[in-house]
């Protein structure tokens, strides 16, 4: 048995020599093919799979192969293509079927995975990996209630994962339940109480419920080991923006835009509100029109208040 690099690069040679007297051979391609992967060549196994299928389509098993080798190489559409041409030859390949799970939740294509995932799961009802990621496909496409039910589903089977207090906390505060999204995350910091991420997800829940003064302080906790995370700096400045904090606001905002923003337009919004109302209109108008060029739309409202002039 081949278990190593060397031996595969061995094998590859006398695919090699076998190919110089049956080129015609699909076989002899695609075992050279599954070489290359084991030395993760994915570019010449792709072309390996490609000879091996125009000699014999019948040889599904290249389709499986080559799908990996597209995913490995980032061509994620042919990846689907292949593996799903393999599924509908072997449709009770459940490794196949995960491989296409996970390769549609990195394609962001949810319905692919959730249908996967659901088959997956309604086979293997214990499997509380297959739940997770379900979970989060379904939350990702916004299926709240279809989530819900199934986190609930696994606190039943799983009482001591904590974790899913968490991921149920998640659930309510995307579907605007913002107490049941407190309660959960309250429950979930008692085994964990210095977690960022529950603490951060707890102060956000406070700013939409309008308790201002109670986020304010957990987002300042938060800022103390993370100075420089340039969206809680964001969502504190806005915090500071309804406590009306002007001039907090328009350092804390900036703070943000200079800390390598990946999505600076909620800065800018917020630093326009604050500059203007500490009475720097030209300045609270340039950053409305930034953060509507970066795709805030929001700030069409500002721009159209108060600097028509400017927009022109």
């Given at each position: 048995?081949?278990d190593?690099?060397?031996?595969?690069?061995?094998?590859v040679?006398?695919y090699?020599?076998?190919l110089?007297?049956?080129p015609?051979a699909a076989v002899?391609?695609?075992?050279?093919?599954?070489?290359?992967?084991?030395?993760?060549?994915?570019g010449?196994?792709?072309?390996?799979?490609?000879?091996?299928l125009?000699?014999?389509?019948?040889?599904v098993?290249?389709?499986?192969?080559?799908?990996?080798a597209?995913?490995?190489?980032?061509?994620?559409?042919f990846?689907?293509?292949?593996?799903?041409t393999?599924?509908?030859?072997?449709?009770?390949?459940?490794?196949?079927?995960e491989?296409?799970a996970?390769?549609?939740?990195?394609?962001k294509?949810?319905?692919?995975?959730?249908?996967?995932?659901?088959?997956?799961?309604?086979?293997?009802?214990?499997?509380?990996?297959?739940a997770?990621?379900?979970?989060?496909?379904?939350?990702q496409?916004?299926?709240?209630?279809?989530?819900?039910v199934?986190?609930?589903?696994?606190?039943?089977?799983?009482?001591?994962?904590?974790?899913?207090?968490?991921?149920r906390?998640?659930?309510?505060?995307?579907?605007?339940?913002?107490?049941k999204?407190?309660d959960d995350?309250?429950t979930?910091?008692?085994?964990?109480?210095?977690?960022?991420?529950?603490?951060?997800l707890?102060?956000?829940?406070?700013?939409?419920?309008?308790?201002f003064?109670?986020?304010?302080?957990l987002y300042?906790?938060?800022?103390?080991?993370?100075?420089?995370?340039?969206?809680?700096?964001?969502?504190?400045?806005?915090c500071?923006?309804q406590?009306?904090?002007?001039?907090?606001?328009d350092?804390i905002?900036?703070?943000?835009i200079?800390?390598?923003?990946d999505?600076p337009?909620?800065?800018y919004?917020?630093?326009?509100?604050a500059?203007?109302?500490?009475?720097?209109?030209n300045?609270?108008c340039e950053?409305?029109?930034?953060?509507?060029?970066?795709?805030?739309?929001?700030?069409?409202?500002y721009?159209?208040?108060?600097?028509a002039?400017?927009k022109?």
């Amino acid at each position: 048995m081949l278990d190593s690099a060397g031996n595969y690069s061995e094998a590859v040679k006398c695919y090699n020599k076998a190919l110089e007297f049956r080129p015609d051979a699909a076989v002899i391609w695609y075992n050279r093919g599954v070489c290359y992967m084991q030395l993760k060549k994915y570019g010449l196994a792709v072309v390996d799979f490609n000879k091996a299928l125009y000699l014999d389509s019948s040889l599904v098993d290249a389709y499986f192969n080559r799908s990996l080798a597209y995913r490995y190489t980032g061509n994620y559409q042919f990846a689907l293509s292949d593996i799903s041409t393999y599924i509908s030859q072997f449709p009770e390949d459940f490794n196949a079927i995960e491989s296409r799970a996970l390769l549609a939740i990195e394609m962001k294509d949810y319905q692919t995975a959730a249908t996967d995932l659901e088959l997956l799961l309604a086979s293997f009802t214990s499997n509380t990996e297959y739940a997770l990621l379900l979970e989060d496909v379904y939350i990702q496409s916004k299926r709240y209630t279809d989530a819900l039910v199934l986190i609930q589903d696994q606190m039943q089977r799983n009482p001591q994962y904590n974790f899913l207090y968490l991921n149920r906390a998640y659930v309510h505060y995307h579907s605007g339940n913002y107490d049941k999204s407190v309660d959960d995350v309250n429950t979930f910091l008692i085994q964990e109480p210095t977690n960022s991420e529950a603490l951060k997800l707890k102060a956000d829940d406070y700013f939409f419920l309008k308790r201002f003064q109670e986020a304010s302080f957990l987002y300042q906790d938060l800022l103390q080991n993370d100075s420089v995370n340039a969206n809680l700096l964001a969502d504190y400045g806005h915090c500071l923006l309804q406590m009306q904090d002007y001039k907090a606001a328009d350092s804390i905002l900036t703070k943000s835009i200079r800390a390598k923003n990946d999505a600076p337009a909620y800065a800018y919004l917020g630093r326009g509100i604050a500059r203007n109302n500490l009475g720097m209109g030209n300045l609270a108008c340039e950053d409305w029109w930034k953060s509507y060029k970066l795709g805030e739309n929001s700030a069409t409202e500002y721009l159209n208040k108060n600097c028509a002039q400017q927009k022109q």
